[in-house]
T-cell receptor, first 112, second 113 residues
Framework: GESVGLHLPTLSVQEGDNSIINCAYS??????FIWYKQESGKGPQFIID?????DKRQGQRVTVLLNKTVKHLSLQIAATQPGDSAVYFC???????????FGTGTRLKVLA | DGGITQSPKYLFRKEGQNVTLSCEQN?????MYWYRQDPGQGLRLIYY???????QKGDIAEGYSVSREKKESFPLTVTSAQKNPTAFYLC????????????FGPGTRLTVL
């Protein structure tokens, strides 16, 4: 498989616990943010998004929080499962540019 | 089955050769993108296209070329001028509107022998 996460920070979580993955974004003018999940050797998979006029958005077992004051984004995964093991990274879009800036990612390991 | 397809999944190139990576989407998206992914780094933009017959250089366009003759297709050629082409290449697409989700293909792993 593709070794995309050789030197990434790693978060280890017990199965069933909640996970929190953090991301610091770079541009205060960014107005759209996405969290992706990437398994080894595969393309990134969309998880959840949030626009800058919101502070929180919930999906199925996932919640994204946006703190524009400190340019911080977090992804919360409830009741973490073995299938959640992957690299997670955030992306920000500069308003109107059609271009995204991607974070380097965090590897999530779920311990049985 | 809608989505983005990339081929081949694995590609091997000898030094001095050009190779072309395929990307096709049936999502009716106007915008398409090519990224390069290296271990421990975020995705880096190579080229993008917002409309047929038009494309723009991204942050690392040197040694690459693209074409956008059809809305569904955005092939990437890795030329011999690219000095370190071994990487995982990802194609993505999104609707024309800004602040919209980019969806990714499964990727092509290119290795230079």
């Amino acid at each position: 498989g593709e070794s995309v996460g050789l030197h990434l920070p790693t978060l280890s979580v017990q199965e069933g616990d909640n996970s929190i993955i953090n991301c610091a974004y770079s541009n205060s003018a960014s107005d759209y943010f996405i969290w992706y999940k990437q398994e080894s050797g595969k393309g990134p998979q969309f998880i959840i998004d949030i626009r800058s006029n919101m502070d929180k958005r919930q999906g199925q077992r996932v919640t994204v929080l946006l703190n524009k004051t400190v340019k911080h984004l977090s992804l919360q995964i409830a009741a973490t499962q073995p299938g959640d093991s992957a690299v997670y990274f955030c992306a920000e879009e500069y308003s109107g540019t059609y271009k995204y800036i991607f974070g380097t990612g965090t590897r999530l390991k779920v311990l049985a | 089955d809608g989505g983005i397809t990339q081929s081949p999944k694995y590609l091997f190139r000898k030094e001095g050769q050009n190779v072309t990576l395929s990307c096709e989407q049936n999502l009716n998206h106007d915008a398409m993108y090519w990224y390069r992914q290296d271990p421990g780094q975020g995705l880096r933009l190579i080229y993008y296209s917002q409309i047929v017959n038009d494309f723009q250089k991204g942050d690392i366009a040197e040694g690459y070329s693209v074409s956008r003759e059809k809305k569904e297709s955005f092939p990437l050629t890795v030329t011999s001028a690219q000095k370190n082409p071994t990487a995982f290449y990802l194609c993505a697409s999104q609707r024309a509107t800004s602040t919209d989700t980019q969806y990714f293909g499964p990727g092509t792993r290119l290795t230079v022998l």
